[in-house]
């Protein structure tokens, strides 16, 4: 892969990426020639197939930098590890936690199997099958506070998990009860 450039944004889990064009060049390169007109550059193109006209001062932008990677940020960046304001994402079977939204398991799962599980078909599966938990958004649309559910694929958690969720203050959810009841800790 050449090199290209990617604007990145900060957000309260983790690092994006979007590919930056500040060329007719770039635009070529990465498909857009005719879909934007070079007087809008420079331009960051979205991953839905869209793209939104940059400026400096875009909210959580932090600098433009040239990769030849595909994904030109590590995991550690793309989804905090061991955030201490960890609240929603995975967590390993070793306690380490990967921070992302409410609505980016499915992207973090993806990042993770592409590092841990490289082979990994299903990456959600995969992780689930490794012992991972999910700890996801228990909201119900009715009560005014969001909460965390963990899901945990074998049924179990391991001892390392249960101190993080010890120390997330986790353990009285029911279903952490039934996890801890149901392990070999």
Known sequence: MSMKKYAIYKTETGYNY???CDTEQALEENGYAGRVDPEQLPVVLDRDNSFFRFTPNDYGFV????????IPLPLEM????????FKLGWMSPDGDTYSCDFTGHTK?????????????KYPERTL???????IIDSWDGVRRQHGQFVYSFSGKITSRQYNVLFDMGLLD?????????????
């Not at 973090?108 to 990994?120: H, L, N, V």
């Not at 959810?173 to 800790?185: C, G, P, R, W």
């Open 173 to 185: 959810n029911k279903e952490v009860k039934q996890l801890i009841a149901d392990s070999d800790l």
């Open 128 to 134: 689930g099958r490794a012992g991972w938990l999910k």
């Open 18 to 20: 979007f590919i930056y």
């Open 78 to 85: 793309l989804y905090f590890k061991n955030d201490p304001n």
């Open 63 to 70: 600098e433009v930098i040239e990769s030849d990677k595909e």
């Open 108 to 120: 973090a799962a993806e990042q993770i199997a592409r590092k841990f599980y490289p082979d990994a």
